[in-house]
């Protein structure tokens, strides 16, 4: 067996401290495999934000034990952390979070040069991402110029220019009308064909049902996991 590119062992989060205490956590094992497609689900405060917070080495639970691609990241510290999420996860975000006047090249080759890549590799490996999301005669565009929908086939390109460990997507289609969301889903569905690992916090039932698997929160708890038939 391979290790697993999530593991959360007995993971609890608590916010504030006497009278004010939030148990956001209270106890989440879940193991999810190189290759799956996760969707997690659950009512608003059920804690959702707070497991793809620590999924995402954002923030860091109150307890338990988590392994991100076989690290353990459970004692690092900020600077630490930002290394690891540099490296093993490409985030999606609900609002895009693209650089504005800026085009979509250059917003896709952003997580690289972070990373030290240089120029030319940078523009060749840009344009190949922006090619996966089907934006080729789309990448000198300025967010502004683009539909929602791809604005966030550009948000995709970009988490995956780097090669991550995981696709870490919070509400991904919560932004957008029904066509953009279907394109956004089928190419989802297209990169974990191509074996890519994703997560997908999400609140809409046939948006979970893209998944291959879906966890559902209650109340800090997995009260529910299980596989999609296709
Ligand atoms: P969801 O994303 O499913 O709506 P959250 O993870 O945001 O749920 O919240 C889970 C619980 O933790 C809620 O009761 C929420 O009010 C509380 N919570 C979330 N973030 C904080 C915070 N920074 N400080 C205090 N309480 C918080
Ligand atoms: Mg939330």
């Known amino acids: 067996m391979s290790t697993?590119?999530?593991d959360l062992q007995g993971i609890t989060k608590t916010y504030g401290a006497g009278d004010t205490e939030v148990?956001?956590?209270?106890?989440i094992d879940l193991s999810i495999d190189r290759g799956d497609y996760v969707a997690i689900m659950g009512a608003s405060g059920s804690g959702?934000?707070?497991?793809?917070?620590?999924?995402?080495?954002?923030?860091?639970s109150t307890s338990g034990h988590y392994a991100l691609d076989g690290i353990n990241i459970d004692d690092l510290d900020e600077g630490a952390l930002s290394i690891v999420r540099n490296r093993k996860i490409g985030f999606i975000f609900q609002s895009f979070n693209l650089i504005p006047?800026?085009?979509?090249?250059?917003?896709?080759?952003l997580p690289l040069v972070y990373r030290g890549v240089g120029r030319r590799e940078r523009r060749q490996r840009a344009v190949a991402a922006?090619?996966?999301?089907?934006?080729?005669?789309?990448?000198?565009?300025?967010?502004?110029?683009?539909?929602?929908?791809?604005?966030?086939?550009?948000?995709?390109?970009?988490?995956?220019?780097a090669e991550p460990s995981l696709l870490?997507?919070?509400?991904?289609?919560?932004?957008?009308?029904?066509?953009s969301t279907n394109d956004v889903l089928t190419l989802m569905g297209h990169l974990h064909d191509q074996g890519r690992t994703i997560v997908m916090i999400t609140h809409e039932d046939d948006v979970a049902d893209h998944a291959g698997r879906v966890v559902t929160l209650i109340d800090g708890l997995i009260s529910e996991d299980r596989r999609n038939t296709a």
């Open 4 to 6: 697993p590119v999530i």
């Open 23 to 27: 148990n956001a956590l209270r106890g």
């Open 48 to 60: 959702k934000s707070t497991l793809m917070n620590i999924i995402g080495a954002l923030d860091v």
């Open 101 to 109: 006047r800026t085009s979509a090249l250059s917003n896709v080759e």
């Open 130 to 161: 922006l090619e996966a999301v089907g934006l080729a005669d789309r990448m000198h565009h300025q967010p502004n110029e683009l539909s929602g929908g791809q604005q966030q086939r550009v948000a995709v390109a970009r988490a995956l220019v």
């Open 168 to 179: 870490l997507a919070d509400e991904p289609t919560g932004n957008l009308d029904s066509r």
